[in-house]
C-alpha cells in the first residue's frame, strides 16, 4: 500500500512540470506572444529614439530591446499591463544614476497583481553616471496557477524615468507537456538577464508569509550582471490591499516582515498550561482518595416501631366501712352545730 501510495505521488510531481516563462516589453510572452499594453502609448520610446537623452546598452537587455519613458506631472496616470498565467512573477527594469545637468533619473512605481496592490518600488540616483541593467524590482509568490494580470504603475508629483526591460513567470504545467501549437523557446545566447536571485539585499527583503506552491528560479539568461552603486536606494513596501469589485483577491505574500512570538515565550506557554493541568487533575485525584477513605455511618434497615402500651389511670376504691366513718364525723359535727344554736331541743310537733 505505502507503494502505491509512493508511486502515485511520483507520478503526480512528475506530471507537474514547473517551467519559467518570459514576458519581453517588446516581444511579449515567450510562449503564448502576449504583448504588454502601454498606457499612455504615445511617450514609450524604445532603441529607436536618436533623441532619447538616455540611451541604453541593447546589448545588455533582453533580446536587445527595451521600453522607456519620462513621466512628467501633468500626464497623470501611467501603467504597463500583461497577463500571466503561473505561480509566481518577477519584474526587471533598467535603471539609471546620475545622466547629467537637467536629466530625469528617479525611478518609482507600484505593483498590482489582480486588483491587489502588492508593493512598490523606488530608485534614488547616485552622482555615479552609470545604468543598472537586469535589476530585480518586483517579486511575487505563492500564486494560484491560474490566470492573473500584472499592473504596473506610476502617479507621482515628481518626474520619473522608467524602463520596462522584461517580466519572467513561472507556471505550473500540470499535463507535464506544453500547450498544442506552441514550443518553447531555447534559452537565449546573447547578453541577457541574470537569473533570478534567491533572496534580495536586506533593505530590498520581501518577506513572504506562505507560500504554498513551489518556484522554479529561471536558468540562467546571461552571464553579465550589474551591481547597484552602494548609495542607490531600494524600497519595498507593503501597501494595504485594495481589491477592485471585479477581481477576488489572490493569496500572496506579505512584503513586511510581521513581528512574531518568540519560540522560548510559546514553549513557556505551553508548559505552564500542562503543569496547570496536572495539578487540577492531582488534586482531584486527592479529594476523591480521600472521600472514599472517610467512614460512613452503618445504614439501618427500614422498620416500623411498636406503639407504647396503653396507660391508665388507676382510681383507689375505699372499703365501705371507712366510707360510713367519714359520714359519722361529718353528722357529729353537725349536731354539735346544731346544738350550740339550739341549747334545748325543739318542741315537739302535735298532731292537730
Given at each position: 500500500?505505502?507503494?502505491?501510495?509512493?508511486?502515485?505521488?511520483?507520478?503526480?510531481?512528475?506530471?507537474?512540470?514547473?517551467?519559467?516563462?518570459?514576458?519581453?516589453?517588446?516581444?511579449?510572452?515567450?510562449?503564448?506572444?502576449?504583448?504588454p499594453?502601454?498606457?499612455?502609448?504615445?511617450?514609450?520610446?524604445?532603441p529607436?529614439?536618436?533623441?532619447?537623452?538616455?540611451?541604453?546598452?541593447?546589448?545588455?537587455?533582453?533580446?536587445?530591446?527595451?521600453?522607456?519613458?519620462?513621466?512628467?506631472t501633468?500626464?497623470?496616470?501611467?501603467?504597463?499591463?500583461?497577463?500571466?498565467?503561473?505561480?509566481?512573477?518577477?519584474?526587471?527594469?533598467?535603471?539609471?544614476?546620475?545622466?547629467?545637468?537637467?536629466?530625469?533619473?528617479?525611478?518609482e512605481?507600484?505593483?498590482?497583481?489582480?486588483?491587489?496592490?502588492?508593493?512598490?518600488?523606488s530608485?534614488?540616483?547616485?552622482?555615479?553616471?552609470?545604468?543598472?541593467y537586469?535589476?530585480?524590482?518586483?517579486?511575487l509568490?505563492?500564486?494560484?496557477?491560474?490566470?492573473?494580470?500584472?499592473?504596473?504603475?506610476?502617479?507621482?508629483?515628481?518626474?520619473?524615468?522608467?524602463?520596462?526591460?522584461?517580466?519572467?513567470?513561472?507556471f505550473?504545467?500540470?499535463?507535464?507537456?506544453?500547450?498544442?501549437?506552441?514550443?518553447?523557446?531555447?534559452?537565449?545566447?546573447?547578453?541577457?538577464?541574470p537569473?533570478?536571485?534567491?533572496?534580495?539585499?536586506?533593505?530590498?527583503?520581501?518577506?513572504?508569509?506562505?507560500?504554498?506552491?513551489?518556484?522554479?528560479?529561471p536558468?540562467?539568461?546571461?552571464?553579465?550582471?550589474?551591481?547597484?552603486?552602494?548609495?542607490?536606494?531600494?524600497?519595498?513596501?507593503?501597501?494595504?490591499?485594495t481589491?477592485?469589485?471585479?477581481?477576488?483577491?489572490?493569496?500572496?505574500?506579505?512584503?513586511?516582515?510581521?513581528?512574531?512570538?518568540a519560540?522560548?515565550?510559546?514553549?513557556?506557554?505551553?508548559?505552564?498550561?500542562?503543569?496547570?493541568?496536572?495539578?487540577?487533575?492531582?488534586?482531584?485525584?486527592?479529594?476523591?482518595?480521600?472521600?472514599?477513605?472517610?467512614?460512613?455511618?452503618?445504614?439501618?434497615?427500614?422498620?416500623?416501631?411498636?406503639?407504647p402500651?396503653?396507660?391508665?389511670?388507676?382510681?383507689?376504691?375505699?372499703?365501705?366501712?371507712?366510707?360510713?366513718?367519714?359520714?359519722?364525723?361529718?353528722?357529729?359535727?353537725?349536731?354539735?352545730?346544731?346544738?350550740?344554736?339550739?341549747?334545748?331541743?325543739?318542741?315537739?310537733?302535735?298532731?292537730?
Amino acid at each position: 500500500m505505502r507503494a502505491l501510495l509512493w508511486l502515485g505521488g511520483g507520478a503526480s510531481l512528475a506530471l507537474a512540470a514547473l517551467q519559467n516563462r518570459t514576458i519581453d516589453d517588446t516581444n511579449g510572452d515567450s510562449v503564448t506572444g502576449a504583448k504588454p499594453v502601454y498606457y499612455p502609448p504615445g511617450p514609450w520610446q524604445g532603441p529607436s529614439c536618436t533623441g532619447c537623452a538616455i540611451q541604453p546598452d541593447v546589448g545588455q537587455v533582453f533580446e536587445g530591446t527595451y521600453s522607456a519613458m519620462t513621466y512628467r506631472t501633468t500626464m497623470g496616470v501611467m501603467n504597463i499591463t500583461m497577463d500571466f498565467t503561473g505561480t509566481a512573477i518577477y519584474v526587471y527594469f533598467v535603471l539609471a544614476n546620475y545622466q547629467g545637468p537637467g536629466v530625469t533619473t528617479e525611478t518609482e512605481a507600484a505593483f498590482t497583481v489582480d486588483g491587489v496592490q502588492h508593493g512598490s518600488f523606488s530608485h534614488v540616483p547616485t552622482t555615479v553616471q552609470e545604468l543598472l541593467y537586469n535589476q530585480l524590482v518586483f517579486r511575487l509568490t505563492g500564486l494560484q496557477n491560474a490566470p492573473h494580470t500584472l499592473v504596473v504603475a506610476t502617479q507621482a508629483d515628481t518626474d520619473l524615468y522608467l524602463v520596462f526591460d522584461y517580466a519572467i513567470y513561472t507556471f505550473e504545467d500540470v499535463g507535464g507537456t506544453t500547450p498544442a501549437g506552441t514550443t518553447l523557446p531555447p534559452p537565449p545566447t546573447h547578453s541577457s538577464a541574470p537569473p533570478l536571485p534567491t533572496s534580495l539585499p536586506s533593505s530590498t527583503q520581501p518577506q513572504s508569509t506562505s507560500s504554498a506552491v513551489s518556484v522554479l528560479l529561471p536558468s540562467p539568461l546571461s552571464s553579465a550582471s550589474s551591481t547597484p552603486a552602494a548609495a542607490s536606494v531600494y524600497i519595498f513596501s507593503d501597501l494595504p490591499p485594495t481589491p477592485s469589485p471585479s477581481h477576488s483577491p489572490s493569496p500572496s505574500p506579505s512584503l513586511t516582515p510581521h513581528p512574531h512570538p518568540a519560540a522560548p515565550v510559546i514553549a513557556g506557554s505551553a508548559v505552564a498550561g500542562v503543569v496547570v493541568l496536572l495539578a487540577l487533575l492531582f488534586g482531584f485525584w486527592l479529594w476523591r482518595r480521600r472521600r472514599t477513605r472517610q467512614p460512613q455511618p452503618p445504614v439501618l434497615p427500614y422498620s416500623i416501631p411498636a406503639p407504647p402500651p396503653p396507660t391508665s389511670t388507676m382510681t383507689e376504691v375505699t372499703s365501705t366501712t371507712d366510707i360510713d366513718a367519714t359520714r359519722w364525723r361529718r353528722i357529729e359535727a353537725l349536731e354539735a352545730r346544731l346544738q350550740a344554736v339550739y341549747p334545748e331541743p325543739p318542741p315537739a310537733y302535735k298532731s292537730l
